[in-house]
Nanobody, 119 residues
Framework: QVQLAESGGGLVQTGGSLRLSCAIS????????VYWYRQAPGKEREFVAR????????NYGDFVQGRFTISRDGSGNTVTLQMNALRPDDTAIYYC????????????WGQGVQVTVAS
């Protein structure tokens, strides 16, 4: 099993930036693809970004349009989401997800971090 802890959320103005981090701990922390999802009140959970466990490929939700960048450190135990040009509709709770099901390791979620973009 692994544990995930998100950090870096907060309040920014429209057009500002935030950097979210997901710290992953556990015996096999490098065996997981890592995702960011977000969920705003009254809306369903939305895919934001994904980075594969090799860190060689990444994907983004359609709304990102070049504004966000996901990265993973060399050890694989920290995943960062750099968010630029933030808009009020980016306001949501952002969740880190580690998916190791392809390797029989299970799937785990962080507790979430609030991102608020003021208009």
């Amino acid at each position: 099993q692994v544990q995930l802890a998100e950090s870096g959320g907060g309040l920014v103005q429209t057009g500002g930036s935030l950097r979210l981090s997901c710290a992953i701990s556990g015996r096999t922390f490098d065996g997981y693809h890592v995702y960011w999802y977000r969920q705003a009140p009254g809306k369903e959970r939305e895919f934001v970004a994904r980075i594969f466990r090799s860190a060689s490929n990444a994907n983004y939700g359609d709304f990102v349009q070049g504004r966000f960048t996901i990265s993973r450190d060399g050890s694989g135990n920290t995943v960062t989401l750099q968010m630029n040009a933030l808009r009020p509709d980016d306001t949501a709770i952002y969740y880190c997800n580690a998916d190791g099901r392809a390797l029989g390791l299970g799937e785990f979620w962080g507790q979430g971090v609030q991102v608020t973009v003021a208009s």
